[in-house]
């Protein structure tokens, strides 16, 4: 980044999960930033929608520019402020460590997180049964080898790294709902006895300050109750 640190202010939600994975970003970058919460609870204004004419959060202002869309943000980030989250692409390691991170990112997000929403929807406790079963199924195929040298990060790191930024929000929540009821505690009970990588991993990021920063759990967990019972 330019020598002169840029002025950030971000658009944030702290129930959005989204907007959540800027907040891990900036909290383990220590950049300071001014930030502006946007109700969801109604139409957007005008005024945000200059912002971000899709009306999402996060958006990101730096300086007078703006960034939107959660994984672009953080990617900006982590570009703009070198650090421990992943090197630059022209480290030597830059781009291998980056084509993992972001197949681990999409695998996560794409065969696992997929079902955490069907899971909180689920009625009947078959339909319940089966989304366990693939959830459970797709984190021991597709996760578990990716996590056997954590460290217990991503890739063997003591550190966060931008893997646990872009899905660090989703594996809180999963990691959180079952003391709330809004998923099984077997989901994780299955996870621990199957898949022992993404548990202890999991159980770390889930722990981690940055991870935790601005998560309300009982609040969050109370309005998504609440979402559920009105859809
Ligand atoms: N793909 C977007 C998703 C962001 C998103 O869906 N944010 C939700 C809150 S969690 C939002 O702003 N919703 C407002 C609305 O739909 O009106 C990203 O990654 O930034």
């Not at 990060?153 to 079952?178: D, H, M, N, Y």
Request: glycine letters at 4%; a neutral charge.
């Amino acid at each position: 980044m330019a020598a002169v640190t840029p002025k950030l202010k971000l658009y944030t939600n702290h129930g959005c999960p989204w907007a959540h994975r800027a907040h891990i970003a900036l909290s383990e970058l220590k950049v300071p930033f001014d930030e502006e919460i946007i109700d969801l609870g109604v139409p957007r204004t005008a005024e945000y929608l200059k912002v971000n004419p899709r009306g999402l959060v996060p958006s990101l202002r730096v300086d007078d520019q703006i960034i939107t869309e959660s994984a672009v943000v953080a990617a900006f980030l982590a570009d703009a402020f070198p650090s421990h989250l992943v090197p630059a692409s022209s480290d030597p390691n830059g781009p291998l460590t980056r084509a993992r991170i972001a197949f681990f990112v999409d695998t996560y997000m794409s065969k696992v997180n997929v079902s955490l929403y069907p899971l909180m929807k689920a009625t009947t406790e078959e339909e319940r049964s089966a989304i366990i079963q693939k959830t459970v199924d797709a984190v021991v195929k597709e996760i578990e080898p990716l996590l056997a040298n954590a460290g217990p990060f991503f890739g063997g790191s003591s550190q966060l790294t931008l893997a646990e930024v872009l899905t660090g929000s989703f594996v809180i929540r999963l990691w959180s709902w079952p003391k709330y009821g809004l998923v099984p505690q077997s989901v994780i009970d299955q996870l621990s006895e199957k898949a022992p990588n993404f548990s202890r991993w999991a159980e770390a990021v889930s722990k981690h300050p940055s991870v935790k920063g601005i998560f309300d759990a009982e609040g969050i967990a109370r309005r998504t109750k609440e979402r559920l019972a009105k859809s």
